[in-house]
Structure formats: structure tokens, C-alpha cells
């Protein structure tokens, strides 16, 4: 028998993708739960041909349940994932509850696999923030061949990040600018249709925004803690895909050849750099795939050895879902779980 993986969040943008992502790859589960708030109850969400009746959490007994993709928020979080671990289900969490406890691994595949064991202590694995995600697949094969010492990275995220809303927020928003209607500002502090805002989630005392701060903690967590990271991180109105410009300096030489090639063989990365108009990638072209797209790999001359390059890939896939799926795979594929109705 295969495993019974439950979605919570299924109804959100991450949760949804987690719920296609599973179908697309044909997980090895013999059932799949979506579960949601309680408004969401009986709504129906589609998991390959089939449509799912979604469940509420709080009336969910998780006992049978192998792996639970969290895709709900902190604050739910924070209080159910200790209690579905606890039931026996491996929690996989989205949100940034977990991220910084000692006790929970912080997984990107394709960088720190092995890490993956550590869930044993709490039964939680953290997925890293969406712009984390893609920069650390895109740093890891530079960082093993000349040994990073400071990244700069400004983001462009997309609206998506920020949940279902968000995406509402910016359709509304455009409709209005050309129907001459009244834009509303919800769930962004200023406008995002036109326009783009400097500010992604809290401020902290030092003036950095928690976005910022998330990218700092989360490389040196997941990659190397003599890693230093200085970000801005910048919403923008597009609607996925998230794209960064990177500056990164070197311990040891390492030419833009050298790069691509490097780059080229990277599990998760595509190299697309041509110099010429559209030889490169851009959100709109990244949004449904699963790869970090590396384009304008150049030479940065005003550093020793430093290398400025463009990276993009889709925030929900990449930085979210696909991540979590992958994470679940590693579980399985390195047989540290096994299937509860198979035990029974
Ligand atoms: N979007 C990204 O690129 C991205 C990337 C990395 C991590 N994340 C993280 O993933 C999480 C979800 O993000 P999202 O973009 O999918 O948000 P979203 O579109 O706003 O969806 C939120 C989901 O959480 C569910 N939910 C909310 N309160 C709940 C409760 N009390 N009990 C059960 N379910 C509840 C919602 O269900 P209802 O529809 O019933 O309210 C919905 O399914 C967040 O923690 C976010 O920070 C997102």
C-alpha cells in the first residue's frame, strides 16, 4: 500500500499547487486529503481527473495520515503541526513557524538533502521562504566550486507570494486603473497595479524588512553560516514568479564560462543566457516549471572575484510546493518513512 498524504491549505495558492504537483509526479500515495478552514468545508478542489470534498481541520484525525503538507499559515502552524506530529504524520510546513528552530531541518533537495533526518526530533520540516528557495539551488554548485563569501541580492516577488488575496488585490486594482474605479488597498500597503513597494512583511528595529532578515537566517541555516547576505526585497505587480538580481563575491577565482558549465549540470538550475533582445528569462515565461532559470551570468570587475547574475523561477512551485513534494519524496526515497496501513 502507498501513503496517505494530507494537504492543509488546499485551497490556498500553495496548497493547490501542492495538490497538481502530486498528481503531476504521480506521488506514491494511495489516498490525498485537502483540508481547509472550516468556511472551505466541502468545497471542491481538483487533484489530477479527480475533485476533492475539502475537510476542516479543526473535526481532522490525523492518525492514519503518513505526511502532512502544511500550507496554512504560521499561526495554524504553529498550533497543529505539534499536534498532527504527534499523531504520527510527518509535517512538511510551508510557513516560516518552524524555519529557525534548531530542532526542525530547513530542506531545500537539491542543497541539503542530507539534513532531511533531523525531522525525528519534532516530526516538522520546514520549507524555506520562496526567494530563499531559488537562490540557494542557484548558489550551491558556485558556493562548492569557489566558496562564497557575501551575496547582495535585490528581489522582484510576485503577488502570489502573498497569498490568494494578494492576486485578487492586484486583478482589482488593474481593473480599476482602466474602468476609472476606486482602487482599494487591502492586503498591500500602497498600490501594486503601476507600481511596485519596497516593503515585504514587517519591519524590524534595524530598518531591514523580516523578508529580508528570512533570506539572511535561511542561507546561512541551509548553505553556510560564514555566508554573508545583504537583501532588499521588493514586491512587484506581476502575478508569479519570483526574480532576483544576484551579486555575489568569491573566496577563489571563477569566470562566467566556468559558471555557466557549473550552472549548466546543477540539479534544479537552467542556464538561459544569450546576449541578445530576449535571451533570458523573465517571471511570466517561469510561472508553471520547476527549474531556477540563470540568465546575464557576467563579471563583476569592481570586486575580486565577483559574479552578477539574474535568477527566476515560480514562487509556488520552486519556492513552495514543489519544494515540499520533493522533501516528502526524499522521505521516501531514502526509506526513513514507511507507510502506516502497510505496517498495521
Ligand atoms: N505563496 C508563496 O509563494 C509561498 C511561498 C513559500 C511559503 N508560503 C507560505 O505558505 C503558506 C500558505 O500560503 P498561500 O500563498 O497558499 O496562502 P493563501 O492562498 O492565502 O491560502 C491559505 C490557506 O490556508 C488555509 N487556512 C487559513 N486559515 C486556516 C485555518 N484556521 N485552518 C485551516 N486552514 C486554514 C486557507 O483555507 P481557507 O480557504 O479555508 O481560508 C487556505 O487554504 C503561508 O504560510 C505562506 O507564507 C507561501
Known amino acids: 500500500m502507498g501513503f496517505k498524504v494530507a494537504v492543509v491549505g488546499a485551497t490556498g495558492n500553495v496548497g493547490r499547487e501542492m495538490l497538481d504537483i502530486l498528481a503531476e509526479r504521480t506521488f506514491p500515495a494511495d489516498e490525498v486529503v485537502a483540508i481547509a478552514s472550516r468556511k472551505s468545508q466541502g468545497v471542491e478542489v481538483t487533484f489530477g481527473e479527480k475533485t476533492l470534498k475539502v475537510k476542516a481541520l479543526e473535526h481532522y484525525d490525523f492518525s492514519d495520515v503518513d505526511i502532512c503538507l502544511m500550507s496554512a499559515g ?26 529557525y528552530d534548531a530542532d526542525v531541518p530547513l530542506i531545500v533537495p537539491e542543497v541539503n538533502a542530507d539534513a532531511v533526518v533531523g525531522f525525528r526530533k519534532r516530526g516538522i520540516i520546514a520549507n524555506p521562504n520562496c526567494s530563499t528557495a531559488q537562490l540557494v539551488v542557484a548558489l550551491k554548485p558556485l558556493h562548492d566550486k569557489a566558496r562564497i563569501k557575501r551575496v547582495v541580492v535585490a528581489t522582484y516577488q510576485s ?14 486594482q488593474t481593473k480599476a486603473v482602466y474602468t476609472l474605479g476606486e482602487i482599494e488597498t487591502k492586503k498591500f500597503p500602497k498600490r501594486i497595479a503601476f507600481n511596485l ?21 535561511e542561507i546561512k541555516k541551509i548553505l553556510d553560516p560564514k555566508i554573508k547576505l545583504t537583501a532588499t526585497c521588493v514586491r512587484v505587480p506581476v502575478f508569479i514568479g519570483h526574480s532576483e538580481a544576484v551579486n555575489v563575491e568569491f573566496e577563489e577565482p ?23 533582445p530576449g535571451g533570458y528569462i523573465t517571471p511570466y515565461e517561469c510561472a508553471g516549471e ?42 521516501i526515497n531514502r526509506k526513513l518513512i514507511s507507510a502506516k496501513r502497510k505496517a498495521a
Open 159 to 172: 503577488v502570489s507570494g502573498a497569498g490568494k488575496d494578494a492576486m485578487d488585490e492586484l486583478f482589482e
Open 254 to 276: 571563477i569566470t562566467v564560462d566556468e559558471a555557466h558549465d557549473i550552472l549548466r549540470k546543477a540539479p534544479g538550475c537552467l542556464v538561459i543566457d544569450k546576449h541578445e
Open 74 to 99: 504560521s499561526a495554524v502552524s504553529k498550533e497543529w503541526s505539534p499536534k498532527i506530529a504527534a499523531q504520527g504524520a510527518v509535517v512538511i510546513d510551508n510557513s516560516s513557524c518552524w524555519r
Open 290 to 331: 520547476d527549474a531556477t532559470y540563470i540568465s546575464r551570468v557576467r563579471e563583476d570587475s569592481t570586486v575580486e572575484n565577483g559574479l552578477t547574475f539574474w535568477c527566476v523561477s515560480d514562487n509556488l512551485r520552486k519556492g513552495a510546493a514543489l519544494n515540499a513534494v520533493q522533501i516528502a519524496e526524499c522521505l
Open 197 to 217: 513597494i519596497p516593503h515585504i512583511d514587517v519591519f524590524m528595529e534595524d530598518g531591514y524588512t523580516k523578508e529580508e532578515w528570512k533570506m539572511v537566517a
